[in-house]
């Protein structure tokens, strides 16, 4: 099974003859074993070169960068080997008829509130009091099947989320650390760090699934397709950053994990330091690999296969196969 490789040190990424490695600034070499890489992500000052870049194409190896506070940059997209010209065409085309569009537009918003409203209830049971919140997200929820333009759907879903959100001060009852409310550019408390670190982390994994199907991934249908590289994994995040990212950031914390100690306060905005990243990315590399009864398989299958999975569905959905229905929880 192919993994994912995090770099945290600075350095030269090279390619020698049939393998891919890292040389530190101190002169030690760490090699990559490139049989066995799916994805690169950089979290370091690193350097590049064609021959690398040329190698990590040919093995199908995307490289995802990260900026010094941990915020995404960029992706380097290998040239694509499974690529459909006429899936591309059916994305357009669903795209370009707005109520198509706006139809699946809904489906993510709506796999989005489910898998909330799943952690929400979740907490309530076991004595979190939530029932207020919940009920003002479902009353939200509702609305969302009567909308008639992207941007009707995504006030909603903003609503939502920020619902949501506040609801996390409850859950945590964390003395050392309080949410008070969502903050991106910059994060204004360590919990709004997590958040935005953890989103960033499932953008880009959604981003690697899609590059293993016929999807392109410029084409979205929630988040608008425009002059931003990509939006589709954007939609397919909406509905696994619940599942994946907020459920380990809840772990996290209510196990006392984070302290001060993996947070840095720059530029008016707090940030993981390598020491918090190192720790998110431990466990949430443990909830993507850890499996759930697929029902409709009647098999185990991994969080990250689910992602997968979505996709698969959406191809179907574009081909006139199987009606696109979105993820939930079923516990």
């Known amino acids: 099974m192919k993994k994912s490789i995090y770099l945290f040190s600075n350095g ?33 000052e690193v350097t590049i070169n064609k021959k690398f870049l040329d190698f990590a194409s040919q093995n199908e190896i995307i490289v995802h960068y990260f900026n010094y506070f941990g915020f995404y940059s960029g992706t380097f997209y290998p040239r694509e080997h499974y690529n459909s010209g006429y899936m591309i065409l059916n994305q357009a085309r669903y795209y370009l008829d707005q109520a198509e569009r706006l139809k699946l537009a809904r489906s993510f918003v709506i796999g989005a509130v489910s898998n909330i409203l799943k952690i929400l209830k979740y907490y309530n049971r076991r004595g979190k009091i939530l029932d207020s919140v919940i009920s003002r997200i479902e009353e939200n929820g509702n609305k969302v099947s009567d909308t008639n333009s ?4 995504m006030a909603i879903e903003g609503n939502i989320k920020q619902l ?12 050392d650390f309080t949410f008070d409310k969502r903050s991106k550019r910059p994060p204004k408390n360590e919990i709004n760090a997590v ?16 590059y293993h199907t016929h999807l392109d991934p410029r084409i979205g249908f929630l988040h608008t397709t425009n002059f931003r590289r990509f939006s589709l994994n954007l939609d397919i995040a ?16 209510n196990k006392n994990q984070f302290d001060s100690k993996c947070f840095e306060n720059q530029l008016n905005g ?3 330091n390598d020491k918090g990243r190192r720790l998110f990315i431990t466990e949430l590399e443990k909830r993507l690999s850890s499996t759930i009864c697929h029902h409709s398989l009647n098999r185990q299958v991994s969080y990250r296969r689910l992602i997968r999975l979505e996709l698969y569905k959406l191809e179907k959905h574009l081909l006139g196969e199987a009606e696109y229905k979105p993820f939930v929880m079923d516990w």
């Not at 049939?18 to 950089?42: C, S």
């Not at 958040?195 to 899609?210: A, D, G, K, P, R």
């Open 238 to 253: 909406e509905i696994f950053k619940p599942v994946i990212g907020d459920r380990t950031i809840l772990a996290l914390f």
């Open 150 to 153: 992207i941007d009707e759907l």
């Open 12 to 44: 030269d990424l090279k390619r020698k003859d049939n393998t891919l490695y890292v040389e530190l600034e101190n002169g030690v070499k760490k090699y990559i074993p490139i049989e066995n890489t799916k994805e690169i992500f950089v979290f370091g």
């Open 270 to 272: 707090f940030a993981l």
């Open 164 to 175: 949501y959100y506040g609801a996390f001060d409850v859950i945590l009852e964390n003395t």
């Open 195 to 210: 958040i935005s670190f953890s989103n960033s982390l499932i953008y880009t994994i959604c981003l690697s699934e899609i």
